[in-house]
C-alpha cells in the first residue's frame, strides 16, 4: 500500500476544525445570493485571489467576512453539512468542530439558530455515515471578556449539545489570562477547555493556557518548542496539541513544510495530531494535510499510523471508542 493510500483508507479523527473555516467559495457565493447580501468580491475566482496571507489577522479578517452572509439554520446545516460529506470521504470517522457564535451573534443571528443548523447536520451524519461528532465553543479572544461571559450564559441553556469551550482569534496582545474567568465557569458547568497558544504567540501564552486555563488540549502549541521545560510540562501532563501544517504554511507560521516541528515533537514524545483548521482556506481537508506533512517530514507508514492513533487518543471520545479504533489501525499496521 503507498502512503497515499494507507492515508485515505485509515480511520482518523480530526480534532482541530472551524466549521466558519470550511466555508467554499461557491457555496458562499450561493447563500449570499440566496439571502440577497452583497460580497466585496465580484466573482468565486476574486475571492479566491484574496487568499493570501502575510498572518493570522489578514486570514481572519476575510473568514469574518466570509461568515456574514450565514443568517438562518438552512445555511448553517448546508456549511456543516458540506465538511462532513467531504471528511466523509476522507475516512474522517470523528469529528470535534469547533464554533465561533459571537462571529453571528453580534451581528444579530440568534445563538439558538446557529446551533440548530449545525446540530442538525451531526445528528444526520451520525445517522447516515456513523459519523460521530462533538462541538466546541469557541471564545473571540479579540473581544471582552464580558462578552464572553455573556456568550457562555447564552449558551449553557444548551449545554447537552457542546462538548467543550475553545479560544481562537487574534493570539497577539490577547494572552489567555484574559478570560481565565470565563474557563472557571466552563470548567465548573463540566465542559472541557482548549485554546489556540502558541500559534503565533509566545511560550508564555502557552504556560497560561495550562496553568492558568486548565486546558485539556491544546490547538497548535507551535512555539512550544522554543522552551525545552514546557516541552517536559506538556508531556509529564499528557496534553495533547492539535497541529495544522497547511494553516501553519498559508499563515507563514512556518516558510517551509519542511522546517515543520510535528516529526521533532513526535521525537521528543509530545501527543500531537494533523487537523485542517480552516480548509476552505488553506489549501486541503485532512488527508491533504496528511499527505503534504508525510511528503515534507519523510514520515514513514508507521509514523503516519501513529499520527492517526493520536487523533483518537487525544480526542474526548470515551476509552471503549478510543481503544476501538486505535485497534483497528494497529490491525493495518501489521
Ligand atoms: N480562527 C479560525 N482559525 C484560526 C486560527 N488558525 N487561529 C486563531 N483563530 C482562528
Ligand atoms: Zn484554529
Given at each position: 500500500m503507498?502512503?497515499?493510500e494507507?492515508?485515505?483508507?485509515?480511520?482518523?479523527a480530526e480534532?482541530?476544525?472551524?466549521?466558519?473555516?470550511?466555508?467554499?467559495?461557491?457555496?458562499?457565493?450561493?447563500?449570499?445570493?440566496?439571502?440577497?447580501?452583497?460580497l466585496?468580491?465580484?466573482?468565486?475566482?476574486?475571492?479566491?485571489?484574496a487568499?493570501?496571507f502575510?498572518?493570522?489577522?489578514?486570514?481572519?479578517?476575510?473568514?469574518?467576512?466570509?461568515?456574514?452572509?450565514?443568517l438562518?439554520?438552512?445555511?448553517?446545516y448546508?456549511?456543516t453539512?458540506?465538511?462532513?460529506?467531504?471528511?466523509?470521504?476522507?475516512?474522517?470517522?470523528?469529528a470535534?468542530i469547533?464554533?465561533?457564535?459571537?462571529?453571528?451573534?453580534?451581528?444579530?443571528v440568534?445563538?439558538e439558530?446557529?446551533?440548530?443548523?449545525?446540530t442538525?447536520?451531526?445528528d444526520?451524519?451520525?445517522e447516515?455515515?456513523?459519523?460521530?461528532?462533538?462541538?466546541?465553543?469557541?471564545?473571540?479572544?479579540?473581544?471582552?471578556e464580558e462578552?464572553?461571559?455573556?456568550?457562555?450564559?447564552?449558551?449553557?441553556?444548551?449545554?447537552?449539545?457542546f462538548?467543550?469551550?475553545?479560544?481562537?482569534?487574534?493570539?497577539?496582545?490577547?494572552?489567555?489570562?484574559?478570560?481565565?474567568?470565563?474557563?472557571e465557569?466552563?470548567?465548573?458547568?463540566?465542559l472541557k477547555t482548549?485554546?489556540?497558544?502558541?500559534?503565533?504567540?509566545?511560550?508564555?501564552?502557552?504556560?497560561?493556557?495550562?496553568?492558568?486555563?486548565?486546558?485539556?488540549r491544546l490547538?497548535?502549541?507551535?512555539?512550544s518548542?522554543e522552551?525545552?521545560r514546557?516541552?517536559?510540562?506538556?508531556?509529564r501532563?499528557?496534553?495533547?496539541?492539535?497541529?495544522?501544517p497547511?494553516?501553519?504554511?498559508?499563515?507563514?507560521?512556518?516558510?517551509?513544510?519542511?522546517?515543520?516541528p510535528?516529526?521533532?515533537?513526535?521525537e521528543r514524545?509530545m501527543?500531537?495530531?494533523?487537523?485542517?483548521?480552516?480548509?476552505?482556506?488553506?489549501?486541503?481537508y485532512?488527508?491533504?494535510?496528511?499527505?503534504?506533512?508525510a511528503?515534507?517530514?519523510e514520515?514513514?507508514?508507521d509514523?503516519?499510523?501513529?499520527?492517526a492513533?493520536?487523533?483518537?487518543?487525544?480526542?474526548?471520545?470515551s476509552?471503549?471508542?478510543?481503544?476501538s479504533?486505535?485497534g483497528?489501525?494497529?490491525?493495518?499496521?501489521?
Open positions: 503507498t502512503k497515499k494507507f492515508i485515505h483508507r485509515v480511520p482518523k480534532l482541530h476544525l472551524h466549521i466558519e473555516g470550511t466555508f467554499e467559495p461557491e457555496l458562499m457565493f450561493a447563500i449570499a445570493h440566496r439571502n440577497n447580501i452583497q466585496e468580491y465580484a466573482s468565486v475566482d476574486e475571492l479566491k485571489q487568499y493570501q502575510a498572518n493570522l489577522q489578514e486570514f481572519l479578517d476575510i473568514y469574518y467576512a466570509g461568515a456574514g452572509v450565514l438562518y439554520e438552512q445555511d448553517f448546508d456549511l453539512r458540506a465538511y462532513f460529506d467531504r471528511i466523509h470521504a476522507q475516512g474522517v470517522v470523528h470535534e469547533f464554533f465561533d457564535p459571537q462571529t453571528h451573534t453580534d451581528r444579530g440568534a445563538f439558530t446557529v446551533l440548530k443548523g449545525i442538525r447536520a451531526m444526520d451524519v451520525r447516515q455515515y456513523g459519523l460521530s461528532s462533538g462541538l466546541i465553543l469557541s471564545i473571540l479572544r479579540h473581544l471582552s462578552s464572553a461571559l455573556r456568550t457562555l450564559d447564552e449558551a449553557l441553556p444548551f449545554k447537552q449539545y462538548i467543550g469551550v475553545g479560544l481562537d482569534s487574534s493570539e497577539l496582545g490577547h494572552p489567555p489570562v484574559k478570560f481565565k474567568r470565563v474557563f465557569r466552563a470548567r465548573a458547568e463540566g482548549l485554546a489556540h497558544a502558541g500559534e503565533e504567540g509566545p511560550p508564555a501564552y502557552v504556560w497560561e493556557a495550562i496553568d492558568l486555563l486548565g486546558v485539556d490547538d497548535h502549541g507551535n512555539r518548542m522552551d525545552d514546557l516541552v517536559a510540562e506538556l508531556i501532563r499528557k496534553i495533547a496539541l492539535t497541529l495544522c497547511l494553516s501553519n504554511l498559508k499563515l507563514q507560521v512556518v516558510s517551509d513544510l519542511r522546517q515543520h510535528l516529526k521533532r515533537m513526535m514524545g501527543l500531537v495530531t494533523v487537523n485542517s483548521d480552516d480548509p476552505a482556506y488553506f489549501g486541503g485532512l488527508n491533504e494535510n496528511y499527505e503534504a506533512i511528503e515534507a517530514l514520515l514513514s507508514i509514523e503516519i499510523g501513529q499520527l492513533v493520536n487523533s483518537f487518543e487525544a480526542s474526548f471520545l476509552a471503549a471508542e478510543k481503544a479504533w486505535t483497528k489501525i494497529e490491525a493495518m499496521l501489521q
